[in-house]
């Protein structure tokens, strides 16, 4: 069965560190891009960060751009937010996406359960 496995929120400060990781099982991880999105109480579910199926090249919002960092570990099916310098704009439920463009021009798209990071003092 398709997983995406969110771990690593939390509590922490303004001004601090979290390490969020994603873990898939249940297909062929690196065949897919990888993303990180947010979804505040309220507001639209946004991007965050991506990155290609080699890791290659990265994308990030303009919001957390030199902040936040985006990897992965095909060996491991493992994708990874490292957030520093966290705002209590930050907070919100973080979602991991995989993603891949058929041949007839359709995605396939598979959504983690989320994970909650709360940055407050």
């Known amino acids: 069965q398709v997983q995406l496995v969110e771990s690593g929120g939390g509590l922490v400060q303004p001004g601090g560190s979290l390490r969020l990781s994603c873990v898939a099982s249940?297909?062929?991880?690196?065949?897919?891009?990888m993303s990180w999105w947010r979804q505040a109480p309220g507001k639209e579910r946004e991007s965050v960060a991506a990155?290609?199926?080699?890791?290659?090249?990265?994308f990030y919002a303009d919001s957390v751009k030199g902040r936040f960092t985006i990897s992965r570990d095909n060996g491991r099916n493992t994708v990874v937010l490292q957030m520093n310098s966290l705002k209590p704009a930050d907070t919100a439920v973080y979602f991991c996406l995989a993603t891949k463009t058929l041949s007839g021009g359709n995605v396939e798209r598979y959504w983690g359960q989320g994970t909650q990071v709360t940055v407050s003092s």
């Open positions: 249940g297909f062929t991880f690196s065949s897919y891009a």
């Open positions: 990155i290609t199926t080699a890791g290659g090249s990265t």
